[in-house]
C-alpha cells in the first residue's frame, strides 16, 4: 500500500536531509528529494551571494526530480534551509510544479538563526487553494537533539 504522507525536502549542506528522514521515521512516509540543475557553491559565503541574487530576480532553478504519483499524497511536508530570511527559490519551482489544491501542506526548516515565518506566510501567499499548518524550524546543528520537538510537532499537525 503506498503512503498517504510525501516528506519533500531540498538540502545544500545535509541538515535539512537529516530533518526529513526523521519525520519520515517518525511517520513512514515516502522521502523525495528536490533536487535542480542549479549548482550552489559549497562554501557559505559564495552559496549566500548566489541565493541571494535568485531571490532578486524572481529566479526559478530548474527541477531536475520529480514526484511521480502527486495525486496519492493527502499530507506533504516541505522542508528547506533558509536562504535570505525564506525558502531557497527552488521551493518555489517545486510549488508550481504541483496541484495542492486540498492537500495539508506542513513546511519545515533548518537555519542557525532565522525564523520560519516568512515560509509560513510564502507557503499560504503561493498555495492559496492547500491547507497549509503551522511548521517547524530547527537549528541548523540541532536535528538529533531535537527528536521530542519533532514528535511533539507532528502530534499537534495530526500526523502521528
Given at each position: 500500500m503506498a503512503s498517504n504522507i510525501l516528506i519533500a525536502y531540498f538540502s545544500h549542506w545535509g541538515h535539512s536531509k537529516a530533518f526529513a528522514e526523521e519525520i519520515q521515521?517518525?511517520?513512514?512516509?515516502?522521502?523525495?528529494?528536490?533536487?535542480?540543475?542549479?549548482?550552489?557553491?559549497?562554501?557559505?559565503?559564495?552559496?549566500?551571494?548566489?541565493?541571494?541574487?535568485?531571490?532578486?530576480?524572481?529566479?526559478?532553478?530548474?527541477?531536475?526530480?520529480?514526484?511521480?504519483?502527486?495525486?496519492?499524497?493527502?499530507?506533504?511536508?516541505?522542508?528547506?534551509?533558509?536562504?535570505?530570511?525564506?525558502?531557497?527559490?527552488?521551493?518555489?519551482?517545486?510549488?508550481?510544479?504541483?496541484?495542492?489544491?486540498?492537500?495539508?501542506?506542513?513546511?519545515?526548516?533548518?537555519?542557525?538563526?532565522?525564523?520560519?515565518?516568512?515560509?509560513?506566510?510564502?507557503?499560504?501567499?503561493?498555495?492559496?487553494?492547500?491547507?497549509?499548518?503551522?511548521?517547524?524550524?530547527?537549528?541548523?546543528?540541532?536535528?538529533?537533539?531535537?527528536?521530542?520537538?519533532?514528535?511533539?510537532?507532528?502530534?499537534?499537525?495530526?500526523?502521528?
Amino acid at each position: 500500500m503506498a503512503s498517504n504522507i510525501l516528506i519533500a525536502y531540498f538540502s545544500h549542506w545535509g541538515h535539512s536531509k537529516a530533518f526529513a528522514e526523521e519525520i519520515q521515521r517518525l511517520t513512514g512516509g515516502d522521502l523525495f528529494e528536490i533536487q535542480t540543475a542549479t549548482v550552489y557553491p559549497e562554501p557559505h559565503d559564495p552559496c549566500s551571494i548566489q541565493a541571494h541574487k535568485e531571490q532578486l530576480a524572481d529566479f526559478r532553478p530548474a527541477l531536475t526530480s520529480h514526484v511521480e504519483n502527486m495525486d496519492q499524497y493527502d499530507t506533504v511536508f516541505i522542508g528547506h534551509p533558509i536562504w535570505w530570511y525564506r525558502e531557497p527559490m527552488v521551493i518555489r519551482s517545486f510549488w508550481e510544479a504541483y496541484d495542492f489544491t486540498g492537500k495539508k501542506v506542513i513546511p519545515f526548516c533548518t537555519s542557525g538563526d532565522v525564523g520560519i515565518e516568512n515560509t509560513e506566510q510564502d507557503t499560504r501567499k503561493w498555495l492559496p487553494t492547500a491547507d497549509v499548518k503551522p511548521g517547524l524550524r530547527l537549528e541548523t546543528h540541532a536535528v538529533d537533539s531535537s527528536v521530542a520537538e519533532t514528535k511533539e510537532w507532528l502530534k499537534q499537525s495530526k500526523v502521528l
